[in-house]
């Protein structure tokens, strides 16, 4: 170790003397009172005029005359001359120096922390430089991964809310790292642990998000964002349904009538798509009931249209709508409403769901498609005794000829493709249009029929 910064530690050692007054913080006597102002200002006359090398040598005095806690600053600056000292280290590949810099830049974090944890304005002092020294830890010792998850989850537990979106990522990631080399019961113990610890931190990177949201700080959202979409990508990956679900079970058993909890597992289970188990529809309908919402209200509907219950699924995609009147998921829940009416045979009701899809977005290939559905799902509605019933599907092919031409999704094109050679099938033959006085081509008005959904409407003949 080289002898400038191996010295270090027996530096601020020096500094160790008793804690004193603030009119005496400077020493206990005349004299080191003053060499120690004088040291303090002559470091920072350097530091100010940006001379790196006399600025570090006489905050080392300082450092030798000071008492320790003569000023917090000393401390911080400190910190800010080793790096510019380790990044000429590093890149001179002296292995040695580094090492003994990354040294002296954590045991001047340690000795802040031991010093200031707490201040006036910082009640919480102490964390906030343990958040900054778990960055650096996890830069000058990688492979700690065990020690580095120890001090984040030291620093989440102590700053809570003030927790930095990069404290909050690092830990889950540091937790999945040692959770992929663990096995058997200690793997479950740890998965258990990072379950509960996925609904805690998301609590707090949804409230620094939501601080973000508030002061328009554009910067903190984005981090704030990108944070929790690792941490989703982490917990996504991280078990399966069967997996998560004995313990979220174990936590609302233990707290039955706790409602935010109710709201932080439905959460999970919304997210991984964990709907097809008994735990998921009786918490989202206690939650849902207490806070009806638009999304509460899709879920369940999703819930229900996968158990095949489609009156209760359209139900809730109704009542989405409703919830929803200008929302941004809007055009999704219409067109949900709409195909699930279309299914129950509620031809009327689709349309009427398509075109307010089209109000929103004239150009949705989706809502054709709905209205398509609508018709060909209900043509026998159109029967008129002639030529009615299989006319309903020139007028369904009209609307999914109008949705293939408005997508550039290739397997929407093929679906709505696959749909038009379904109608095709049920054209008339060329000896049914002969005997009732029609040809293929013409324009055909289809008859005015309660129940048909596609009445009055002008189409083109065609043949099978």
């Known amino acids: 170790m080289k002898p400038l910064y191996s010295l270090f530690l027996l530096l601020i050692a020096g500094l160790a003397l008793p804690s004193l007054a603030q009119d005496t913080k400077y020493g206990t006597t005349e004299a080191q009172q003053t060499a120690c102002k004088e040291a303090l200002s002559v470091y920072r006359s350097f530091r100010d005029q940006n ?17 320790e806690k ?82 984040l989850r030291e620093t989440i537990t102590c700053l809570e809310s003030a927790s930095s979106a990069s404290t909050l990522n690092n830990f889950y990631q540091t937790s999945f790292k040692l959770l992929k080399g663990l096995q058997g019961d200690d793997r479950r113990a740890k998965l258990d642990e990072m379950l509960t610890d996925y609904i805690w931190i998301m609590e707090i990177a949804s409230a620094g998000l939501a601080a973000a949201t508030t002061a328009a700080d554009a910067k903190e959202m984005d981090v704030y964002t990108k944070a929790m979409a690792n941490i989703d990508e982490v917990f996504v990956t991280l078990a399966s349904c069967d997996e998560m679900l004995p313990v979220l079970e174990r936590k609302l058993a233990t707290s039955p009538d706790d409602f935010e909890l109710k709201k932080k597992v439905l959460g999970l289970l919304t997210k991984k798509e964990c709907t097809g188990n008994a735990l998921y529809l009786p918490t989202a309908e206690a939650v849902h009931a ?72 004239p150009k949705s290939a989706d809502a054709y498609m709905l209205i398509g559905d609508a018709i060909s799902g209900s043509a026998s509605n159109c029967n008129d005794g002639i030529i009615g019933t299989r006319a309903a599907f020139w007028v369904a092919v009209d609307y999914y000829n109008k949705a293939r031409n408005l997508t550039s999704d290739p397997e929407l094109s093929e679906k709505i493709s696959g ?40 189409t083109t003949v065609r043949v099978r």
């Open 419 to 458: 749909k038009i050679s379904s109608c095709a099938r049920q054209y008339p033959s060329m000896d049914e249009i002969f005997t009732i006085g029609i040809t293929a081509g013409s324009s055909f008005t289809m008859p005015s029929i309660g129940g048909c959904p596609c009445s009055g409407e002008t």
């Open 290 to 361: 207490k806070e009806p919402a638009a999304a509460s209200a899709y879920s369940l509907g999703m819930a229900y249209a996968k158990k095949e219950e489609l009156s209760k699924a359209f139900a809730y995609f109704e009542e989405a709508v409703s919830l929803c009147p200008s929302c941004a998921e809007r055009e999704s829940y219409l067109l949900k409403a709409g195909l699930l009416a279309s299914v129950l045979k509620r031809a009327s009701t689709a349309r009427a769901y398509a075109a307010k899809v089209l109000d929103i977005n």
């Open 51 to 67: 001379n790196h090398a006399d600025a570090l040598a006489n905050w080392k005095k300082a450092c030798a005359i000071c008492p």
């Open 70 to 151: 003569v000023e917090e600053s000393i401390y911080v600056d400190g910190v800010k001359f080793f790096k510019t000292e380790l990044a000429a280290a590093e890149t001179a590949k002296d292995a040695a120096l580094v090492a003994s810099l990354q040294d002296s830049i954590l045991a001047l974090y340690d000795k802040r922390i031991a010093l200031y944890p707490s201040t006036k304005s910082k009640p919480k002092n102490g964390c906030s430089v343990l958040e900054r020294k778990v960055s650096d830890y996890m830069k000058f010792r990688p492979n700690d991964v065990a020690g580095a998850n120890a001090m």
